[in-house]
């Protein structure tokens, strides 16, 4: 394959990163229990107030794996077009859950996990490193975050 666009700058790459945060409806979510045994889901998510926040049960093995780990790693899914974010995890029960962070959830995804189940929660995804590249010419300069601070 023969790759025939320019690398997209460093600034481009953050516009475009946080456009996808915005349109984009599922993200891989990895986690791993306290044994590193890895488990990765795809899952809804909303991008809000500087943290992706996503809803899932705390009876089942990603929610426990955020909840107990407090760390995760997020991606989406196309390999041409990489997003990498690795983050610090705050659970929500539900009733605790910021009103805005759950109503911007219900709003892009028409689901509004307060109503349903009790096991469901809440979980805030701050990101502490973000990589972005498509294709090898961007490797280069991937990195996005470091430590929770933009580098662009």
């Not at 899952?43 to 093995?61: I, K, Q, S």
């Not at 995804?125 to 975050?145: D, I, N, T, Y």
Request: glycine share 6%.
């Amino acid at each position: 394959m023969k790759i025939t666009e320019p690398p997209r700058t460093p600034e481009q790459r953050k516009a475009d990163l946080l456009d996808r945060l915005e349109r984009e409806i599922d993200i891989w979510v990895a986690t791993a229990d306290a044994e590193g045994v890895p488990c990765l889901v795809p899952l809804w998510f909303v991008w809000h107030d500087e943290a992706v926040w996503l809803c899932t049960r705390l009876t089942n093995p990603t929610g426990r794996n955020l909840r107990d780990g407090r760390r995760a790693r997020l991606a989406f899914g196309d390999t041409r077009d990489v997003v990498l974010v690795d983050g610090e995890v705050e659970t929500y029960a539900s009733p605790g859950v910021p009103p805005a962070a759950a109503e911007a959830f219900r709003a892009k995804t028409g689901w509004d996990p307060r109503g349903d189940h009790a096991s469901y929660a809440f979980f805030r995804v701050l990101p502490r490193a973000v990589q972005a590249w498509c294709e090898e010419h961007e490797l280069p300069r991937r990195h996005l975050m470091r430590d929770g601070v933009w580098v662009v």
